[in-house]
RNA sequence: GGAAGCAUGGCCGAGUGGUUGAAGGCAACAGUCUUGAAAACUGUCAUGGGGAGACCCAUCGUGAGUUCGAAUCUCACUGCUUCCUCCA
């Protein structure tokens, strides 16, 4: 979410963001709205004084008939605020309807482009794998080393289900131990966050498109059935299940003032993630690669109002992931996102991509997004700088490391000619027994 | 499962129908004093919105209601706390 004032005084410049993040929204209509509703609001509030001078007369009066006179012209003026009222609430939701999808602006380092063919390699490391035998996909793998096994899962929990097994568990919890541990080093407060989450927190995150859930498009799976109250009624409070740690843990602050001294806030949760993929039906249907639920360590950090100091910590962050897939042994490239392949809040994104052989391309493993304040505006998390002034907090998140994709990644990259996997040596330490590799049994 | 209570500014906390947007304290900021700091003293200090401005409007968990007038009364909702019970 934007300022109003901003919005008005940036007309142009934010009409050009909505065409190049592809975003459907007519500021001119949400001005005008604007416009009318300030003069409504304007005649409301100019009712809303006479009725006080009123009240204050009617405190005052020095005998029953000025009581009574003054009575009288208060309740011709309640009426007259009862007809303008529902006229004002109808516009006022207008606004907000419009106010929710404005978009926040982009740096001044993004490529615009329609869609993600329009993102930037900038930078490309390490040499993908030649193998001088048959290379197998990591289903394959999967199978033959009885780590993994898509058909019980497709048979449990459906498409896009999945177990893993033996020490198949064992590398993807390593994966996930080592990020978080990766993470403490770095100086971040480990979380482990809910999964299962109000509105509000994917709201004010952006991952609720506008301001009520809408199952056509926000990619995210509404829970059926609500809490049971203490009488044993059903809760009228929807539930969602999150597709990330970052809602949970960004809207661990909302509605809260910080103090300067605090900031940065620096966390890194780990969670399970569920993801509707909505819109993605013939996409990547084989395999790990996009599946409903996974684990992840994500982190996110809390800051000052600094445009050039939250540019700087974006970039730190996109390191971070840079280190671990560099530990992982992993080749990876970093792409800059475009306009087009951006969500509506976001100000500056890098994706970073891992080396899948039998995709024979890089696959998305993490992207690291600035919002600057336009999440804090949403979620109403505020500081008071060194000033005394309060401001809106800056929001960054970054994926640490996702559970399935790195996965794919190892087992591809790692394949041996006699059908073994070598572990990454950073992993090991989280290996029972330290083993160096998967084998066939 | 039973019973009671609470929700006020960055924090704590007073306030039970009419200059209460809200006492007091803490924190913060500015100043005096000091070589500097601390202490002490003085002052400033809720948020959002409208207006060029004087100033005006809204907000005491949320929503509705009673009233000419609500932080204060009524109802619903949400959250929290305590006690008993039960279970680990």
């Given amino acids: 979410m934007l300022d109003i004032k901003f919005i008005r005084e940036n007309a142009e410049a934010i009409k050009e963001v909505a065409k190049n993040k592809n975003i459907d929204l007519n500021i001119d209509e949400l001005l005008d709205v604007n416009q009318r509703r300030l003069l409504l609001l304007q005649k409301l509030e100019d009712l809303s004084a006479q009725k006080n001078a009123v009240n204050l007369l009617i405190s005052n009066a020095k005998n029953d008939a000025e009581r009574k006179a003054a009575i009288e012209r208060g309740k011709i003026i309640k009426k007259d605020i009862e007809i303008d009222e529902p006229e004002y609430q109808k516009i006022k939701e207008q606004f907000e309807v419009l106010m929710v999808k404005v978009p926040n602006l982009i740096s001044a380092d993004t490529p615009i482009g329609k869609n993600e063919e329009g993102n930037v390699e900038i930078e490309k490391t390490g040499e993908t794998p030649k193998f001088n035998f048959e290379v197998k996909d990591h289903i394959q793998i999967g199978k033959d080393l009885d780590i993994l096994d898509l058909e019980k899962g497709a048979k449990v929990a459906g498409y896009r289900g999945y177990y893993v097994k033996n020490e198949g568990v064992s590398l993807m919890m390593a994966l996930m131990m080592y990020a978080l541990n990766k993470m403490i080093e770095k100086g971040f407060s480990p979380m482990i966050p809910p999964t299962l989450v109000k509105g509000n927190a994917l709201f004010g995150t952006g991952y609720f498109k506008g301001k009520e859930y809408d199952s056509e498009v926000d990619e995210v799976y509404e829970v059926a059935s609500g809490d049971k109250e203490q009488d044993g009624k059903s809760s009228k409070e929807k539930k969602f299940l999150v ?15 910080l103090r300067q001294e605090q900031l940065p806030i620096k966390v890194a949760g780990y969670s399970q993630c569920y993801r509707s993929e909505i819109g993605s039906y013939g996409k990547d249907t084989k395999g790990l690669y996009r599946v409903h639920e996974f684990m992840k360590v994500e982190q996110v950090v809390l800051m000052a109002a600094d445009v050039e100091e939250s540019i700087k910590m974006h970039d730190a962050m996109l390191e971070m992931s840079k280190e671990i897939h560099a530990e992982l042994g992993l080749p990876y490239r970093v792409l800059k996102i475009c306009s087009g392949d951006m969500s509506a809040g976001k100000f500056r994104a890098f994706d970073i991509e891992a080396w899948m052989p039998s995709r024979n391309a890089y696959g998305e493993t993490g992207s690291a997004s600035n919002f600057l304040d ?23 998140n970054n994926t640490v490391l996702p559970s399935p994709r790195p996965f ?31 084998e066939r049994k």
């Fill in 408 to 438: 794919i990644a190892i087992l591809e990259n790692f394949q041996q000619a006699d059908g073994s996997v070598v572990i990454p040596e950073v992993l090991r330490k989280w290996m029972p027994g330290g083993i160096e590799k998967i």
């Fill in 243 to 257: 597709g990330t740690a970052e809602p949970s843990l960004l809207a661990y602050f909302g509605d809260e003032v």
């Fill in 374 to 396: 336009w999440q804090a505006r949403r979620l109403n998390v505020k500081y008071v700088d060194k000033e005394g002034n309060k401001k809106y907090v800056y929001m960054l």
